[in-house]
């Protein structure tokens, strides 16, 4: 078991820190979020039936625990772009390089964005998102279409 | 086109290493004590052993239970409190000290909250700002990120001796004679009113004489050609007056100048900062910060809090004045930090020190948070400094009620702060007097 900790974390860590970047905005909160998706498998008394389950189970609580996240009642107080630096002490984007694509997808709503992250980062196939999402893979569908086109919108009004 | 910059921009995303191995350790810690747990559990079955076995089982556990016993006797005691004393501050109407000091040591310390604006005697801290931004500090150290541990620091009382020998080594750094020097020496001497202590008198020597047996040293002054330095030992401050540079006109030069200074006055690896705040008059904040960054987080968060020297130009004067903060501390002890998500709930669930005499609602923003040191305490008493340096978070707590002295375009903050260590492993003595 010690073994199969050490291989889901570090299998999972990343991807799930990434996913969690869209929902917490900031690194502190997202590294909270996947260290209690991690302690969430202790619960789990049952084992898992393929690694895909286990990949659908981490996703499904990461993302419940996003929400719960942006629920609680400080994390809505608590205005996260103000704790980052004033923009002088920010580090610039140098010309010419491609603007924040990630920016425009956090502004997506929650499902849409997970889906586009699940889909276009993870490349996991629209049958498995919607089991990690406990959705209709028609669902699915639907928020990816409706994702990519105010994406396009945004892309081409801001940039 | 999206696919590739959106995976590339994530992939610039990932958690350290050290990070991942305190997961492992923490699932591997929690399934311990899981175990643990549910082995303590009554299950309701009784188990029966033969006889030969369960005296065996008699025996092993007889000669455990006296190695245990001859093992406690040897090793060190954990101290027997267990009351993590953190409590609401909501009931307190005003500003005020607290104890705070590590568990397992007697509670000497005193945290004290910064009174920055007063009315009619009373204040509590608050900021009135245009931009919330104007406040930043250029920290070393990221609230959002702390993890692991944090330092507690002690302080420690110098001597008049010590106090003569690092006055001679700072007016050496500087080129100042210390033999040719005009010496004065301000001291204590307390009075009592019907026995009871009533206060201190302020009076000053020549010589190093105490006027009487009872008072102590508050500060030595030393005049020279260009300046004067002033220490208090006490306080472990010194202060340096002297006229700086012609050519320091713009900010960018001062700060080059006070880090060459701070590099003769024994700082290895000065930094500095300044504010951008102004303040309501439309003055811009007049003090420059130099700090030591050691490498170590705890000691340079601690040297930025306190700032080694905090300097101040004089506008219609080339005198500056420079504040050193002497190196009356030990050199700190580790212990368990808190998030500051952990920190947010404490503060929201009122766990909190502040200055305001209105506590925080739900509905109260908080615009920026910093990590920051807090002073040990100083008794106006004794004249001296004591206790700890604890670190803690520092809530910049937008106000609801923004009619009262916030000129227009002005916002105004009042600061609440939640320590930075884990609430078990402070205590916080409820009972201490406050002299100033």
Redo the contacts between chains.
Sequence with gaps: ??DD??RI??EY??NL??LC?HYTK????A??T??QT??K??ERSEPFENPEHEKAWLIRVCINLCKDHLKS???K???SE??L???S?REEIPDGT?P???DC?RRLPDNQRTA??LF??MDMPVSRIAQAMNAKQNTVLSWLRRARKT?AKT?KEEF | M??D??????DS???SDS??KS??D???A??TD?RQNRQSEPVGKRICFPKIKRSKIRAFAAVFALCALALSSILPKEDAQVTPLLYSSSGYTKADARDISPRGVKAISAMMIPYTFSQEGMGFEVYIVK???EL?K?SPAD????SGSLKVYESTSMSDRQTFTLAESLLRSIGADAESTEKEYTWQVPFYREDVWAGNSPQRTAEYTPPREDSFLYSASYTFDGGQLEIYPGRARARLTVSAPENLSDENSLLSWAEELSQKLGLENPESYSYTDYTFSGERHPFFYVYDNTGDTSDTLFAHSLTNISIYKFRESDEVVIWINLPAYNDGRQMPAI???QA??L??NGDYYTSRPEGIT????????ELVYLDAYYDAKTCQKSGYAVPFYKFYVQLENQDYLTPEGFVTYCAYYVPAIHPDNLQVNDDFSVYN
């Design positions: 078991m010690k900790f050490e974390v570090y860590s990343d820190f990434r970047m900031n690194t502190a909160d590294e909270d996947v260290q991690f302690l498998l202790l009642s400080w994390s107080k608590v205005v103000n704790f630096p004033p923009p002490h491609a924040a694509i990630l997808v586009v992250y276009y980062y994406l892309i | 999206f696919r910059v959106y995976q590339k921009e994530l995303l990932h958690v990070f991942k997961v492992i923490q699932l591997q929690s399934r899981k931009d919330i931004s930043y250029n609230a959002r990120s702390v998030t500051i998500n947010l709930g503060l929201y739900d509905e109260s923003t908080v615009a920026m948070a």
